[in-house]
Nanobody
Framework: QVHLVESGGGSVQAGESLRLSCRAS????????MAWFRQAPGKEREGLAA????????YYYDSVKGRVTISQDTAANTVYLQINRLKPEDTGMYYC?????????????????????????WGLGTQVTVSS
């Protein structure tokens, strides 16, 4: 059974940084694709970054490019999201998703940004609150 657990969220001041973690179980991490999305109250879920764990290829959405870094620890089956220079508009619930066989999702990035529907399994999220 696929299980994702996000952690690392919290309440911070604008300008600070956070590193979110997403630990996966029940998957072959080495061939999966994973992504971070976030959702603010009253808004649609938006993509932040994605990674194909076979090789570590990454994708960053334009809205956060330059402020976030997605990385992997294959030994720990964990993907991280480093967010720098946090802004109040970064407030929201941050979710991690996984596609067990990540090749197809990775190939799709060549043509379009990853969609939330590309990832079959999701965690319960971790809350990030940024105050000014």
């Amino acid at each position: 059974q696929v299980h994702l657990v996000e952690s690392g969220g919290g309440s911070v001041q604008a300008g600070e940084s956070l590193r979110l973690s997403c630990r996966a179980s029940g998957v072959d991490f080495s061939i999966s694709s994973m992504a971070w999305f976030r959702q603010a109250p009253g808004k649609e879920r938006e993509g932040l970054a994605a990674i194909y764990n076979k090789g570590g290829n990454t994708y960053y959405y334009d809205s956060v490019k330059g402020r976030v870094t997605i990385s992997q620890d294959t030994a720990a089956n964990t993907v991280y999201l480093q967010i720098n220079r946090l802004k109040p508009e970064d407030t929201g619930m941050y979710y991690c998703g996984v596609e067990v066989d990540g090749m197809g999702t990775f190939v799709a990035w060549s043509f379009r940004p990853p969609k939330s529907t590309d990832f079959t399994h999701w965690g319960l999220g971790t809350q990030v609150t940024v105050s000014s």
